[in-house]
């Protein structure tokens, strides 16, 4: 008698292992099956998961239950998925199935896909013809398959009549085909690259095609780095694997695409969370199945099922962006890398100003460094001068000093644009009551409430918590007491409209524009010119092309500085190096001012001699001395609840129970820099090891064997962390 197959599946929970079941009768099941099993009382989706020879199954077949069903119309999860999710899992101490729930973070592609309909010329002329019909006739020329809304617009009518010529038979409905089915054209004309992206090009493909490497591409903010990578794509297109690019801020990517689109003749498929879920059903799909060859996506994009993945480009690689830290904490930059290696493929990480991390990789020669020292075309970097804010300050409750006033009236009369750059959102930082000294802060975490005039609120940037602004002191009762302190984005263009009441505005900022088609018409309308002087937050620091930007004012240069942050100087010198990289990038020359209380600090000097090297050897040496990341391993244990004794006793509970280790090192618990928030008093321990330590093996251990958080006691592990508040 043959024994009954048992079958390990992983479930999209926080379940530390694969739980086994009993396959269905007379089915085998392969890993990467997506089936439906039980599950206490209810029915779950998950995924057959591989064993290695030696595991056993270790509950007796007798008590197992059985797979319910196979979703026979579902491509299964590609092997090296199934290992990347074991690896990541590992990594960040995390439980499988939440890695796996990353994976399968697309509902809809387990449910029958819908199609849509489109119309196509193609049946008899209509008996009745009009002249909105004929219209649409010549609009639906040359035989190609339109929206019906998009035909209707453009032949200037209404969808009624192209419903009436559906009922005429003289437009044909079909299937609409995906973006991602149009065939790329990898042999299109396209500008020839200059002499230095030739050859950084061919450095590239000299590193595609032969299994696992790492490239960094280093070069100053628009040296064509993008056309670089474009040529790796082509050739990963034309052996007929996938590409994925991922990129930090998906407002990014209107332009990319459009750049895509000109260059390989079809638009690559996008996958980020402001897509609908049906869309991002299908685009998963396509993945999965491998007819979407081209994707562009956020971070999670790296976690998509692509079953033949041949190259993966990290686009603006230094962007804190790539650090998740809710669910499963992971550095996309770092997992892009893990990833490659599993796969045996390439990979790209592109970047004006890499990660001190990737830096130091290139220099040890386990990544190919490849630079781009000077901008396309002979355009010229932007000069960068600081404005020491001691010797020309702004007037009393002012905030642009003297210097860039007078480069903003220049660069407004000469008809060019200008950026000030301010990384606070809102009206002002800090509201008090003059008459009391009252501070209004938030009742649920340890922050001040921040002004936000547009919006007529003071809000708590932590938990969302908001409250009308009031007209009196809530503590003395004094009226018109309450004076805001300091700036944000909205009291800037303020005091631009009272200065240069004729320039047209834009404060680009998540308050003014929200929404993703808001923001992207946003910058359109820089990109074309419509605007005179943009206010922006740091959205506005992330690789976009503005050609007719002149000016960039830095409001306050010394703000990443104050931040008790081992990366707060690389932090602010990439932020500072790409805000001011958006001055002149076309014909105009730029210009960067960058207003400080200390112009002599190594990060504003590098910056204004356009020093990036000795800025970089200064800030490695100093990682190296205090054995910080990439030359130490540091993970952080955030302990919270909302009782500060039971916070506080739990964390020195966990800090007694860690095993002595010769060069490990167990900080803290030390209260949090934001003490409280949402309500949750926080405490954190800082572990610290040399490169060569296993922290993970040393963390599950510790954790193995330490009291396990009880009540509302939350404990969050964090490998790598990038965040220290
Ligand atoms: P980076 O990503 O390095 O900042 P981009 O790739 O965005 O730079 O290029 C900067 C600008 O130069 C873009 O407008 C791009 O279209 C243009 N450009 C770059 N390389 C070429 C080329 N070989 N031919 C024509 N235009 C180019
Ligand atoms: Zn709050």
Same mark, same amino acid.
């Given at each position: 008698?043959?024994?009954?197959?048992?079958?390990?599946? #992983? /479930?999209? #929970?926080?379940?530390?292992?694969?739980?086994?079941?009993?396959?269905?009768?007379?089915?085998?099941?392969?890993?990467?099956?997506?089936?439906?099993?039980?599950?206490?009382?209810?029915?779950?989706?998950?995924?057959?998961?591989?064993?290695?020879?030696?595991?056993?199954?270790?509950?007796?077949?007798?008590?197992?239950?059985?797979?319910?069903?196979?979703?026979?119309?579902?491509?299964?999860?590609?092997?090296?998925?199934?290992?990347?999710?074991?690896?990541?899992?590992?990594?960040?101490?995390?439980?499988?199935?939440?890695?796996?729930?990353?994976?399968?973070?697309?509902?809809?592609?387990?449910?029958?896909?819908?199609?849509?309909?489109?119309?196509?010329?193609?049946?008899?002329?209509?008996?009745?013809?009009?002249?909105?019909?004929?219209?649409?006739?010549?609009?639906?020329?040359?035989?190609?398959?339109?929206?019906?809304?998009?035909?209707?617009?453009?032949?200037?009518?209404?969808?009624?009549?192209?419903?009436?010529?559906?009922?005429?038979?003289?437009?044909?409905?079909?299937?609409?085909?995906?973006?991602?089915?149009?065939?790329?054209?990898?042999?299109?004309?396209?500008?020839?690259?200059?002499?230095?992206?030739?050859?950084?090009?061919?450095?590239?493909?000299?590193?595609?095609?032969?299994?696992?490497?790492?490239?960094?591409?280093?070069?100053?903010?628009?040296?064509?780095?993008?056309?670089?990578?474009?040529?790796?794509?082509?050739?990963?297109?034309?052996?007929?694997?996938?590409?994925?690019?991922?990129?930090?801020?998906?407002?990014?990517?209107?332009?990319?695409?459009?750049?895509?689109?000109?260059?390989?003749?079809?638009?690559?498929?996008?996958?980020?969370?402001?897509?609908?879920?049906?869309?991002?059903?299908?685009?998963?799909?396509?993945?999965?199945?491998?007819?979407?060859?081209?994707?562009?996506?956020?971070?999670?994009?790296?976690?998509?099922?692509?079953?033949?993945?041949?190259?993966?480009?990290?686009?603006?690689?230094?962007?804190?962006?790539?650090?998740?830290?809710?669910?499963?904490?992971?550095?996309?930059?770092?997992?892009?890398?893990?990833?490659?290696?599993?796969?045996?493929?390439?990979?790209?990480?592109?970047?004006?100003?890499?990660?001190?991390?990737?830096?130091?990789?290139?220099?040890?020669?386990?990544?190919?460094?490849?630079?781009?020292?000077?901008?396309?075309?002979?355009?010229?970097?932007?000069?960068?001068?600081?404005?020491?804010?001691?010797?020309?300050?702004?007037?009393?409750?002012?905030?642009?000093?003297?210097?860039?006033?007078?480069?903003?009236?220049?660069?407004?009369?000469?008809?060019?644009?200008? #950026?000030? +750059?301010?990384?606070?959102?809102?009206?002002?930082?800090?509201?008090?009551?003059?008459?009391?000294?009252?501070?209004?802060?938030?009742?649920?975490?340890?922050?001040?409430?921040v002004e936000h005039r547009f919006r007529r609120r003071l809000e708590c940037h932590h938990c969302g918590t908001f409250i009308p602004i009031p007209d009196e002191c809530p503590q003395c009762g004094a009226e018109d007491s309450l004076t805001p302190c300091g700036p944000g984005v909205e009291r800037i263009d303020e005091e631009i409209a009272t200065r240069f009441p004729e320039a047209r505005r834009l404060i680009?900022?998540?308050?003014?524009?929200?929404?993703?088609?808001?923001?992207?018409?946003?910058?359109?309308?820089?990109?074309?010119?419509?605007?005179?002087?943009?206010?922006?937050?740091?959205?506005?620091?992330?690789?976009?092309?503005?050609?007719?930007?002149?000016?960039?004012?830095?409001?306050?240069?010394?703000?990443?500085?104050?931040?008790?942050?081992?990366?707060?100087?690389?932090?602010?010198?990439?932020?500072?190096?790409?805000?001011?990289?958006?001055?002149?990038?076309?014909?105009?020359?730029?210009?960067?001012?960058?207003?400080?209380?200390?112009?002599?600090?190594?990060?504003?000097?590098?910056?204004?001699?356009?020093?990036?090297?000795?800025?970089?050897?200064?800030?490695?040496?100093?990682?190296?001395?205090?054995?910080?990341?990439?030359?130490?391993?540091?993970?952080?244990?955030?302990?919270?609840?909302?009782?500060?004794?039971?916070?506080?006793?739990?964390?020195?509970?966990?800090?007694?129970?860690?095993?002595?280790?010769?060069?490990?090192?167990? #900080?803290?618990?030390?209260?949090?820099?934001?003490?409280?928030?949402?309500?949750?008093?926080?405490?954190?321990?800082?572990?610290?090891?040399?490169?060569?330590?296993?922290?993970?093996?040393?963390?599950?251990?510790? /954790?193995?064997?330490?009291?396990?958080?009880?009540?509302?006691?939350?404990?969050?592990?964090?490998?790598?962390?990038?965040? +220290?508040?």
């Amino acid at each position: 008698m043959s024994k009954p197959e048992t079958v390990p599946v #992983l /479930l999209p #929970l926080a379940l530390p292992a694969p739980y086994d079941y009993l396959a269905p009768e007379g089915e085998t099941l392969r890993p990467g099956d997506f089936v439906v099993v039980p599950l206490g009382p209810a029915l779950r989706l998950g995924v057959v998961w591989h064993r290695s020879e030696d595991e056993k199954p270790d509950v007796a077949p007798a008590k197992l239950r059985r797979i319910q069903h196979r979703l026979e119309d579902v491509p299964p999860l590609p092997e090296i998925s199934l290992r990347f999710c074991d690896w990541v899992a590992n990594y960040t101490l995390t439980p499988p199935g939440m890695v796996l729930r990353m994976m399968m973070s697309a509902s809809k592609a387990f449910e029958p896909p819908t199609l849509k309909f489109g119309v196509r010329l193609g049946g008899e002329p209509p008996e009745r013809m009009t002249s909105a019909r004929a219209r649409v006739l010549e609009a639906a020329e040359g035989g190609m398959i339109f929206r019906k809304s998009e035909l209707a617009e453009m032949a200037g009518v209404s969808t009624g009549v192209i419903e009436g010529l559906v009922n005429a038979g003289t437009l044909l409905q079909e299937v609409l085909p995906d973006p991602w089915q149009a065939p790329f054209d990898l042999a299109r004309e396209h500008a020839p690259l200059s002499d230095a992206q030739d050859e950084a090009a061919k450095a590239l493909l000299a590193q595609t095609g032969n299994g696992f490497s790492v490239s960094l591409l280093d070069g100053v903010t628009g040296s064509g780095k993008t056309e670089v990578y474009f040529e790796a794509i082509a050739k990963t297109l034309e052996q007929g694997k996938q590409a994925l690019v991922l990129m930090p801020e998906i407002a990014l990517t209107t332009q990319f695409i459009a750049r895509c689109e000109a260059r390989f003749g079809a638009k690559p498929a996008e996958w980020h969370s402001g897509m609908t879920s049906n869309m991002r059903g299908r685009v998963w799909r396509a993945i999965a199945q491998g007819d979407a060859k081209f994707v562009v996506a956020a971070r999670s994009g790296l976690f998509l099922p692509f079953p033949d993945l041949g190259l993966i480009v990290v686009d603006e690689e230094h962007d804190q962006g790539y650090k998740q830290e809710d669910r499963v904490t992971y550095q996309a930059r770092d997992m892009a890398v893990v990833r490659g290696n599993l796969g045996k493929i390439p990979v790209i990480l592109s970047s004006a100003t890499p990660s001190i991390e990737s830096v130091v990789n290139a220099e040890a020669g386990r990544y190919a460094h490849i630079r781009l020292k000077s901008r396309y075309n002979a355009a010229q970097l932007p000069e960068i001068e600081p404005i020491d804010m001691r010797a020309t300050p702004p007037e009393r409750g002012r905030w642009l000093s003297p210097p860039l006033v007078e480069a903003l009236a220049e660069t407004l009369e000469r008809g060019e644009q200008s #950026l000030l +750059f301010l990384n606070r959102r809102g009206y002002a930082p800090l509201t008090l009551c003059r008459n009391c000294g009252y501070r209004f802060e938030c009742p649920n975490c340890s922050a001040w409430l921040v002004e936000h005039r547009f919006r007529r609120r003071l809000e708590c940037h932590h938990c969302g918590t908001f409250i009308p602004i009031p007209d009196e002191c809530p503590q003395c009762g004094a009226e018109d007491s309450l004076t805001p302190c300091g700036p944000g984005v909205e009291r800037i263009d303020e005091e631009i409209a009272t200065r240069f009441p004729e320039a047209r505005r834009l404060i680009l900022s998540s308050d003014q524009l929200t929404g993703i088609d808001e923001l992207r018409r946003a910058l359109r309308e820089i990109e074309e010119g419509a605007v005179d002087i943009v206010i922006g937050t740091q959205l506005v620091a992330k690789g976009h092309h503005f050609p007719g930007l002149a000016l960039v004012g830095v409001i306050d240069g010394d703000l990443g500085l104050a931040q008790a942050d081992p990366r707060a100087a690389e932090r602010t010198f990439q932020l500072l190096s790409q805000v001011t990289g958006r001055a002149g990038r076309a014909a105009i020359k730029g210009k960067g001012l960058i207003q400080t209380y200390m112009p002599e600090h190594p990060v504003l000097q590098a910056l204004a001699k356009g020093d990036r090297d000795a800025f970089l050897a200064r800030e490695i040496e100093a990682r190296k001395t205090a054995g910080m990341p990439p030359f130490g391993r540091l993970a952080s244990l955030l302990i919270s609840s909302g009782l500060r004794d039971r916070a506080e006793t739990y964390a020195r509970d966990l800090a007694r129970a860690a095993p002595p280790a010769a060069k490990i090192l167990v #900080l803290g618990p030390a209260e949090a820099p934001l003490a409280v928030i949402r309500g949750r008093y926080r405490y954190r321990l800082l572990v610290k090891a040399p490169r060569e330590a296993d922290m993970q093996t040393y963390l599950r251990l510790w /954790l193995g064997n330490a009291p396990k958080p009880k009540g509302d006691l939350r404990l969050t592990v964090d490998i790598d962390p990038y965040s +220290f508040l």
